[in-house]
């Protein structure tokens, strides 16, 4: 099968970011990466693709060249899609540029700044009916989408309760340490947005609520935390949440639990059964019952779903990590742009990232109005 | 040492607490039980004493008999403390009859149905002098003295985030059961006072935060959960804590959280470490660090605290259970009441009874008013 | 119910041992203790009977004298059965002369220094028909007893593996000091036998493989471990077991496992299924199978066995400790005290002792021989 | 920085071992597959070419044609090393022609059938200079790097004890079905080499031994298992080991331990300190100590050795799996191949292979001459 011909945007140097996509786009052996731009500056951006050992010919000076020298390529060679791995400001222009000329595109989060932007490329995307895929990484291992299955099975009966949270520690010495904390970009509002828990954190717990239990998050009332009077941005919270049906949840973030790497964990109990999942054991899946034994399942085998199972290379007991979710995201979208009629799991569009910039504003409305319910657009 | 005179009310028949609290009396070797009422049943009463082994003189056919006729002895032979383990509306009247005639008193919690009559307990102690222990179990455990004391001597730095959660599972197949929750007496408003879960368990969650962190909860804002129109009682809840120094947290209770058997789990944040403490793993504490390995702390080794260590009786490696937990408690109150001055931290005590009524109270409050602030008495 | 008059030999002052088996005999209220011999001293004798809030009119001098004037008590008032937690060489003189007088005996580990003497008590229990009980501690907790009762039933099917340890780390100070190894009791084979690790703990180990599996082990082959030259006592070794019917498995015990506390630990695995448990987490058994996802089973859940819902006093998710786990044994001992016709699983026996001490002494024969097989008495 | 240029023989079709090393190239950007022989079939070859995305021309009908045709091809253009997938009797001449021809190989596991064939490969190593990389995945996992340096760094003291692990149940299903023991492969002596269980996965944990512990096993005594009398081949065993400075050690491998899916693992005790790692964990390494709390070391902090350093891509908390671990003994040989002078840890390399039949050679030897010590080369 042909690969896909793929393009990259950012991701140079020492980007970590970067090398998950280019791994990523290579473990299912579905695309080909022909070009890109890597860095604004020029030595940086070609020196980088040498140093991937990449062909130099289709690395272009910047953004809008790249946009004009593919489009004079014939079809059949022009890159297809492109990542963009570029700071959070730069991802409304580009995907939309990328979308009026014809290009797929596969989209770092947040896909945004602002939920009106956000918006402005969900239109985009149903009117030209290319592929969008957002990169929540997370929903690409083997159980989350069990979990998702599971739920939609019924296995779990009805849904009663949903708790999620995601807990970092990496701005502790940023936040306490004044200098620090008024010159770092993501405690920026002008750069970085209106949230920083939220938006870089928060989005990944509200989108994994939604992507396993299927429900949609209808209202919200959050209480967020900035700990000093000169900090804009909040950088932990606790959000309470209801479901579109009224099942209601807790979402809490934060990137002041000292010691915490990338906990990001989520239980959703049912009237059946109850699901337990955290990110740092993420071959993990805890299946929970009143009256039976706790069950331990794990990827590969007979007993998970085919949604699972697809994002699945290995035999039982051999680690995947985050490479390969990732690589689960990637080839969802591969399957996408050949027409190959994905299920809605295989990889999250356009339409997670209008709701993700949609909590991110509610949140942050819900607290500065005094702790009150907001509801969410559905 | 001579021991101490126990009597006990309630807790006869298959009461499981009375098994608990019988060994809690014993394991320490400061208590003797040389009387009671263990039963509002002469036949069971007196049939439940046999069982034991215990002499069935001083058994009485109730409540007000025992008050009579150990007051008749000789101060040298009277019951010197009565555990009450009686249904919750009679925990008032006992405890209050019994400090009025100088006895000690060791209460099961809740320690009274409203904040109204703990108020009035709680003067009642003040002006006798007597000691008022109340059976918070889990602050037993050398590991959580091992937080309290941990949190004091500053290894945390400022705390800067406290996350608490009480789940259960077990009121599934009453809650779903439109007969069964209309008949069961802790749904019942008339009996079981104005709370359920927050009642029962939430309650346990909120001494732990005081008792761990040594900081009081200014105020809360709750949403609690009922599931049902025909349900007059919480069964579930989420509540923001704001402390007495402005630090916020969360307090997360459920008995709808499926599967889950006894799931009280604290977490404590602070800018230089990190604790955390799950009650269904009582030997283990994390100590976490941004920039050191996780640590793991078990009861008995010298790297302890006193207080800690003066609840262990075994050495490392030999898991202690409920029973320590519950002996420690009584530990503490046996040096109270041989004025040995025991540690703040030794028993919790009927200020901490006060303090879990105004908790309940307000947490209602918050979520009937509609999810505001209330601000708890300091 | 009457309670079983106690007598304890021994476990006075700080004896961990004597706590242990006091706070056991009162938790089932099945026992009252009478008297005994705490201390070979008086006034640590008197003085300890004292402290623990014992009466002392029947705390005598020596084992002698208690043994002649028990004797002239009225049969309805005598010592029932004592307990010897003294140290080891005394264990098989006292528990001689005491079923030689009549009285039931709860002997601690081990039964005795030589094989030759626990045949001789074997022999003499058999006479007699006592109630001999030995505290193989760990055999009483209840997921142990789980794991009998699956093996029994024939949940695994036929057993084709199995592997035991026993980990611990305390000889480190002891034994790479020159001057503690050459003085340290436990390393001086007049004193204690001649095994160290082995007696001591690989007996555990050995125990645990027979009562779990229901099969008796047929032959050994050691590889012990001595660490110095001057050094008499392995502190460690590694054993290929046969079992009676040809399974094979392997034993595995250490002193100088640096940082392990007390790791004990078992996996049995059947063509069906396999099991796993671990001391330090007593209540968590591991049901593993090939095609169908790990079970966690924990105790006082209705699907366990009979025998494990017989060790369990309180609900799930409460933990239960060591304290729980040598109450049952004690609890198994006053069963058949009463003639209540225990299971063969609920307490260990003079059987259990004798096959202790063949174990033991097979094991360094079969070190010293230069590594061959031994068989064991069947 | 040009890629090396990379030819892959066998691991065609639905081959995981094709996919893993296929990743492993790419994850740091050293390789470029520039053709191979993945099938002895040629429209399966060349079919399996186009799916993965390759250009065809150098896709070969068979080993002597690549070896043929690339010696053509001028030096810059020509394969300089191929990955050996195939089945295990074609590893030794594969190998064997690719170094007299001047390739660099790298070579799953077992590196050949015999000892014998495995010092011919040594010797040719040696004469040639070439790199010959030895795909014993799991020592490029951070964690076990992490170990190897600890241990390196005098950070356990002096080692005292070692057991390793590497239990599985896979096998089962073939086992005890008389028909199917008697037709795979695996279990054919005259194809699968003398031994199933350790030459399959024994052999990986003699090497994690002697990987992390920079220690060489003199001497082993064996005992197997073979469950049936018509099976030929051990699946199942336990090895006492002798370290070359008289260390003693346990090791344990098994393909009927039912529902032990790849339970690699190993514990080394120094008199300073204990280490712990288990594979299905990978990113956990408990450091034990006998007076400081447990510590539980993960990839990517700073207080890491260097060694493991380099082989982490992302920030604490992002699980990395195995394809992670095969990457990082991809880079290693790159930089051998690139003469960049990696560290001796870095990827295994023929004489680790060579050891490796040494070691199953051995025990078979051990336990067919009735459990003895059996000397290995030193």
Redesign the interface.
């Known amino acids: 099968?042909?690969?896909i011909r793929l393009g990259i945007l950012g991701g140079g140097g020492d980007s970590?970011i970067g090398?998950?996509h280019?791994?990523a786009s290579?473990?299912n052996?579905?695309y080909?990466i022909v070009g890109g731009v890597f860095n604004p500056d020029w030595e940086q951006n070609i020196g980088f693709a040498?140093?991937?050992?990449l062909p130099t010919n289709r690395i272009y000076k910047d953004f809008d060249t790249l946009i004009a020298e593919e489009l004079k390529l014939p079809e059949a060679e022009r890159i297809q899609v492109c990542s963009i791995l570029t700071p959070n400001f730069l991802h409304f222009p580009m995907a939309k540029k990328l979308m009026e000329n014809g290009f797929h595109v596969i989209c770092e989060k947040p896909m945004t700044n602002t939920y009106e932007e956000a918006k402005i490329l969900g239109a985009l995307q149903a009117e030209k009916g290319l592929v969008f895929g957002l990169t929540h990484t997370y929903t690409g291992y083997p159980m989350v989408r069990q979990m998702r299955e599971m739920v939609k099975s019924g296995a779990?009966g009805n849904i009663?309760?949903i708790?999620v949270?995601y807990y970092?520690?990496?701005i502790?010495?940023i936040i306490?340490d004044k200098e620090k904390r008024s010159s770092t970009w993501r405690l920026d509002a002008s750069k970085a947005g209106i949230s920083c828990c939220m938006g870089d954190i928060g989005t990944h717990a509200f989108n994994m609520v939604e992507y396993t239990t299927g429900l949609r998050i209808a209202a919200l009332?959050a209480?967020l935390?900035y700990?000093y009077e000169d900090n804009q941005m909040d950088i932990?919270g606790?959000i309470?949440l209801k479901m579109e049906n009224g099942v209601?949840g807790?979402l809490?973030a934060?990137q002041?639990?000292?010691?915490?790497?990338?906990?990001l964990a989520i239980?959703i109990?049912?009237?059946?059964?109850?699901l337990r999942w955290e990110?740092?054991?993420?071959n993990v899946l805890k299946?929970?019952?009143?009256?039976?034994?706790?069950?331990?399942?794990?990827p590969g085998?007979?007993?998970n779903s085919e949604l699972s199972l697809g994002g699945t290379?290995?035999?039982?007991?051999?680690?995947?990590?985050?490479?390969?979710s990732m690589a689960n995201i990637y080839l969802g979208v591969a399957r996408a742009i050949r027409n190959q009629h994905p299920d809605s799991g295989e990889y999250p569009t356009v339409v997670d990232g209008m709701r993700g910039l949609n909590f991110i504003e509610s949140a942050v409305a819900s607290h500065k109005a005094g702790?009150?319910?907001v509801a969410l657009d559905q």
Chains 1, 2, 3, 4 share one sequence.
């Open positions: 099968m042909q690969k970590l090398v998950l280019r791994v290579f473990i052996d579905n080909e040498k140093q991937i050992g779990l009663q309760k708790d949270r970092q520690g990496w502790n010495p306490h009332l209480d935390n700990l932990d606790n309470f209601k807790i809490r934060s002041i639990a000292t010691g915490e790497e990338n906990g239980a109990y049912g009237d059946k059964k109850g990110q740092e054991s993420p299946v929970l019952s009143d009256h039976e034994p706790l069950q331990i399942y794990t085998h007979a007993y290379k290995l035999p039982p007991g051999h680690p995947e990590g985050i490479f390969d702790n009150v319910w």
